[in-house]
Nanobody
Framework: QVQLVESGGGLVQAGDSLRLSCAASGRTFSTYAMAWFRQAPGKEREFVAA????????YSASSVKGRFTISRDNAKNTVYLQMNSLKPEDTAVYYC???????????????????WGQGTQVTVSS
């Protein structure tokens, strides 16, 4: 089992930056990949970015590429999402996810991930 706790959400203005954190606990030594997803009101949850725990290789959705960066701190068992140049359309609940399975890093399907955090709200005002 892996437990995930997100933090760092908040209310910001368009163009601002924000960094989300996701602290993992439990069976973290077996973590293969972690990812960020987001869900805007009335929309389906969508993939944002993923990182392979052992290598640090990353993959991001085209909608955030160049603005968002996913990274991890192995010693702290924490994954981050640095969000720059935020737009009102980035407003959503952001969820951290983890998998112990050897999935493809480009897999954007929710079912690829087995463990989820409770989510943190990000609101970007125009």
């Amino acid at each position: 089992q892996v437990q995930l706790v997100e933090s760092g959400g908040g209310l910001v203005q368009a163009g601002d930056s924000l960094r989300l954190s996701c602290a993992a606990s439990g069976r973290t030594f077996s973590t293969y990949a972690m990812a960020w997803f987001r869900q805007a009101p009335g929309k389906e949850r969508e993939f944002v970015a993923a990182i392979r725990w052992s290598t640090g290789n990353t993959y991001s959705a085209s909608s955030v590429k160049g603005r968002f960066t996913i990274s991890r701190d192995n010693a702290k068992n924490t994954v981050y999402l640095q969000m720059n140049s935020l737009k009102p359309e980035d407003t959503a609940v952001y969820y951290c996810a983890a998998t112990l399975r050897a999935i493809g890093l480009t897999s954007t399907v929710l079912g690829s991930y087995d463990y989820w955090g409770q989510g943190t709200q990000v609101t970007v005002s125009s």
